[in-house]
């Protein structure tokens, strides 16, 4: 792939362009949640962004100076201060971010159980951002090689593995990579006196979820706010097409009209749809109405821009959109309107992300009895990339707007995201019985029941 600062398109571009902070550890630290009205927002988006696939080296090559920085969740200093601080416990991490009820809240504080803190002495800055009881803190760390940092990790820190750890760096890799969705987690394990939960990925894994959608077990968290702690460029792109993907499938599930906590509560589930911890009482069945509706201001920070850059989706309240403060309204619920014209509704098809979108492609396959070698032909033919490797810019043909006009098209897109979400879900949980041990497996499992008998 042709390095952005030599993209013929965007040449011009790049040269005029003031230059910002290619320390990934340093970056997301610049930004802030703007509170400028949504016409200022919405610049970070340059048109044809989407159909342009450089390696980046640094974040002086992105699309636009702002481009992805709706996905830097704002806490305060001193809480993320307290987060940097345990990840450099740790080998060199490529990228990372913390996610969770214990970053982010999903009740009220006045109304949430008061349970005894998992923490044996963390820093005061995690204490008063975890109102209403301690919580454990779940990270995700992405290395460029796993068994490089394994090999370091275990040096270090030999008791945060089980039995698996005895057999090396190599054994802990390759279960890592080839079961489940490419994770290794270890749970309870306490860093500056603070219990967190940590997850272990490559980079390609990583970039190839949030790109095509293979088990969507790391896209389907990103889709949800989470706070970015190390940045890499070439990421921050990906999970802008992720999040634009996530918007666009909702869509497809989606009537002609609908409000923001709608489609945020049907992005926010998407990653559920299949994962057997769901299916099992292993979550709480509130569980996505509680992410959506205390954190629906960061939501709208995620999601507005890329809202409104898609040319068949409106709000339906431009009075509301007019005041600065909306954002930050949290009894808003703004009306929204969809195009269901099977034409537009066929660029969406064509547009999801790779493997899943051959999913839907295959079920219709089945549906209307198209032969294999003919299906083959339409696959080929749908192929993101052109013979030198560049991407196409992906418009809707015959079948996609086949497939938009169908009105079994929502239950289509369910059994597509539950195909991709089930098998990889389901192993990582069994694979947990390895990674963590059969005691700390047992104790998270108790613990996640108990959450799921909640109301």
């Not at 362009?17 to 340059?46: A, D, E, K, V």
């Not at 699309?63 to 993320?80: A, C, R, S, V, W």
């Not at 999040?243 to 559920?272: D, M, N």
């Amino acid at each position: 792939m042709p390095r952005l600062s030599h993209h013929p398109l965007l040449r011009i571009r790049c040269s005029k362009r003031p230059l910002l902070l290619s320390n990934r550890r340093s970056i997301s630290s610049q930004t802030q949640r703007s509170s400028q009205p949504s016409q200022h927002l919405y610049q970070s988006l340059p048109p044809d962004w989407e159909d342009e696939a450089p390696s980046l080296s640094d974040f002086t090559e992105l699309p636009h100076k702002d481009f992805g920085k709706n996905q830097l969740m704002e806490t305060n200093e001193e809480f993320k201060r307290a987060l940097r601080d345990i990840l450099r416990k740790f080998p060199h991490i490529s990228y990372a971010f913390a996610y969770g009820s214990g970053v982010f809240p999903q009740s009220d504080a006045a109304t949430s159980r008061i349970t005894s803190s998992p923490h044996t002495n963390p820093p005061e800055a995690i204490l008063k951002w975890q109102k209403g009881g301690g919580k454990m803190i779940d990270f995700v760390f992405t290395t460029k090689f796993s068994q490089h940092f394994h090999s370091l990790n275990l040096r270090k820190h030999r008791d945060h593995y089980s039995f698996l750890g005895s057999f090396g760096s190599g054994i802990v890799s390759h279960v890592q990579d080839a079961y489940g969705a490419g994770a290794y987690f270890n749970p309870y394990i306490t860093v500056n006196g603070t219990m967190i939960k940590y997850g272990v990925v490559n980079l390609p894994t990583l970039h190839r979820d949030l790109t095509d959608w293979d088990t969507l077990y790391f896209a389907g968290r990103l889709h949800k706010p989470v706070k970015i702690l190390f940045e890499e460029p070439n990421i921050r792109v990906a999970n802008q097409r992720n999040l634009l993907s996530a918007v666009r499938c909702a869509l497809l599930l989606l009537p002609s009209e609908f409000t923001e906590k709608q489609l945020f509560s049907t992005i926010a589930g998407l990653s559920y749809q299949g994962d057997p911890r769901m299916d099992y009482g292993s979550e709480n069945p509130k569980k996505i109405h509680n992410i959506v509706t205390h954190q629906i201001r960061n939501f709208r920070q995620l999601y507005h821009d890329l809202i409104m850059s898609l040319p068949n989706i409106s709000y339906n309240d431009d009075h509301a959109l007019s005041r600065k403060d909306w954002m930050e309204d949290v009894n808003l619920d703004l009306k929204l309107t969809q195009d269901m014209d099977p034409e537009r509704r066929g660029n969406i098809v064509r547009r999801l992300p790779k493997s899943f979108r051959e999913k839907v492609y295959f079920l219709y396959q089945r549906k209307f009895g198209i032969p294999g070698r003919e299906c083959q032909e339409m696959l080929v033919e749908s192929r993101d990339e052109d013979d030198q490797g560049s991407l196409k810019k992906p418009v809707g043909n015959a079948f996609d707007r086949r497939i938009a006009a169908e009105d079994d098209l929502p239950q289509m897109v369910t059994r597509a995201i539950n195909q991709t979400v089930k098998w990889p879900s389901t192993a990582q949980s069994v694979k947990a019985l390895l990674t963590a041990g059969p005691i700390r497996s047992w104790r998270y499992l108790q613990e996640k029941r108990e959450k799921g008998r909640q109301k």
